[in-house]
């Protein structure tokens, strides 16, 4: 069976620094992954998809994600935060019946 | 820009009382999906739809839930009699066809609270 494990429930950083939100998977095959954001008061907006092709992944708002499958993982990044991406990050692998599976999710918080 | 659309985006309700949540998917958009997400976690999902068929509903509580999609377009799910382990967000989401790289577009959704 499929599932994703989102390793850091919060994560803070300052304003203008990298952001990692780490994400590991297991599956046995190769699935589709995808990061969706969730900020307060708002629907679920997809971030980026991977889906078997390039394994550097570029999304929205300048955030990327690389599929490592050595390492089972498919962490998401961004090189310099805005006050803007604080929300909840969710990572999400296709369970193979076109039904997701999402992580519990990362609070990410911005300081100023 | 096409919006998945939920209603009502809050419900207080008691327990034992029956409650109904609805949702409009984008135009077009063949499969249809109703997750709950409690506080916390992430979602989970409650029953999926292609056009007017349930394809999947092994995790909606069937005893209590019932969800329908009677033309293939909108669609409601109810709850009753609701518990208070049911206080959750409960949302909506599309997508074209439901493959397994369909991106699936979310509704603000329905915080559901019960007393």
């Known amino acids: 069976a499929q599932s994703v494990t989102q390793l850091d429930s919060h994560v803070s950083v300052s304003e203008g620094t990298p952001v990692l939100l780490r994400c590991n998977y297991s599956s046995s095959y190769s699935p589709s992954l995808f990061w969706y954001v969730q900020h307060p008061n708002k629907g679920l907006q997809l971030l980026l998809k991977y889906t078997s092709a390039a394994t550097l992944v570029k999304g929205i708002n300048g955030f990327e994600a690389e599929f490592k499958k050595s390492e089972t993982s498919f962490h998401l990044t961004k090189p310099s935060a805005h006050m803007s991406d604080a929300a909840e990050y969710f990572c999400v692998v296709e369970s193979g019946t076109y039904k997701y599976i999402f992580g519990t999710g990362t609070r990410l918080k911005v300081l100023a | 820009e096409a919006e998945v659309a939920q209603s009502p985006r809050y419900k207080i309700t008691e327990k034992s009382q029956a409650v109904a949540f609805w949702c409009d998917p984008i135009s077009g958009h063949a499969t249809l999906y109703w997750y709950r997400q409690i506080l916390g976690q992430g979602p989970e999902l409650l029953v999926q739809?292609?056009?007017?068929?349930?394809?999947?509903d092994s995790q909606l509580p069937k005893d209590r839930f019932s969800a329908e999609r009677l033309k293939g377009v909108d669609s409601t799910l109810k709850i009753q009699p609701a518990e208070l382990g049911d206080s959750a967000m409960y949302l909506c989401a599309s997508s074209t066809r439901g493959g397994a790289v369909d991106e699936q577009f979310f509704g603000p959704g329905t915080r559901l609270t019960v007393l």
């Open positions: 739809f292609q056009d007017e068929s349930v394809v999947d």
